[in-house]
């Protein structure tokens, strides 16, 4: 586990030199992709060195993290809009590249089980980019989820649907009540993961899943078992890490370390 501070710019070229690496390696890798304001800037700088010329995402593979119950991708607050409007649009993609939930599918936990074996036929996620929640929620894997758990329907807490009224005209009423999710499992069986947070309302969250207890109760605090986790956060996101200064001095010594080592099928 690597813990990067710097600003949110350079946050995000960091992310995509990873993302660059991972290419580099299998140009026909597979990504999983988050949504909501964190992963922007990753998303940004993804689509810039794009349009430079510098990266070829025309073989990757993304799956898309979670998704709304009840929304269909055509619905503006849908993650498959998102992930359209910020990633698949700016980067040049075939919309056929990216994998979604279908939020409105007749038999969800049927969808749920085809997510895993669409994953699995893929050979399993290279590279995921995950956000947190307040409440230390991992995708939409709400505090006591099993870290065994696999994609499945849940049930979002009232914490939740009130940190997302935001994106909803900020009425909680229209934001839904359940969502598609990979599971703690799941994301864990990815080969690299790199989780992004910004701003100081993340902070407590960041804080207990470096340093804290491994627990249910955190979520992300299962990323503490995974062989290559990269955090990489702002410094109001990381103001309360206790031991900070020291990895900032980490990355300094060895800036090397933590690169993504390619998943070997």
């Known amino acids: 586990m690597r813990i990067i501070i710097d600003d949110i710019p350079e946050l995000g070229r960091f992310a995509v030199d990873l993302i660059a690496e991972q290419i580099s390696y299998r ?17 940004h700088e993804l689509a810039a060195r794009v349009a430079r010329g510098e990266l070829d995402l025309s ?22 809009f998102f992930l359209d409007e ?5 980067c040049g993609l075939d919309p056929a590249q990216l994998r979604t939930l279908n939020g409105r599918a007749e038999d969800l936990a049927q969808e749920c089980r085809d997510y895993e074996d669409a994953i699995a036929e893929a050979g399993g996620i290279d590279l995921q980019i995950l956000g947190i ?13 099993s870290f065994g758990s696999r994609t499945r329907v849940v049930a979002l ?15 909680p009423e229209d934001v839904p009540l359940l969502a598609l999710s990979q599971g703690i499992g ?24 470096i340093e ?36 900032r001095r980490e990355r300094q010594l060895i800036p090397r370390y933590g690169r993504t080592t390619p998943r070997r099928r």
């Open 86 to 90: 910020h990633v698949v649009g700016p």
């Open 212 to 247: 804290g207890e491994l627990t249910s109760s955190v979520p992300a605090s299962a990323l503490q078992l995974h062989r290559q986790t990269t955090f990489l956060v702002d410094a109001p996101a990381g103001s309360m890490l206790a031991r900070a200064d020291f990895y």
């Open 27 to 43: 140009p026909d890798c597979t990504i999983g992709l988050a949504t909501g304001s964190s992963p922007l800037p990753i998303y």
């Open 186 to 209: 799941t994301i864990l069986e990815a080969g690299a993961l790199i989780l992004i947070a910004t701003g100081g309302g993340k902070a407590p969250a960041i804080h207990s899943a």
């Open 59 to 80: 073989q990757v593979q993304f799956f898309a993290l979670d998704e709304y119950a009840g929304l269909g991708g055509d619905h503006p607050m849908s993650y498959r």
């Open 133 to 145: 929640g307040h409440n230390g929620h991992l995708a939409f894997n709400e505090p006591t989820s």
């Open 157 to 171: 807490t009232p914490q939740t649907v009130d940190a997302n009224a935001r994106f909803f005209d900020d009425d």
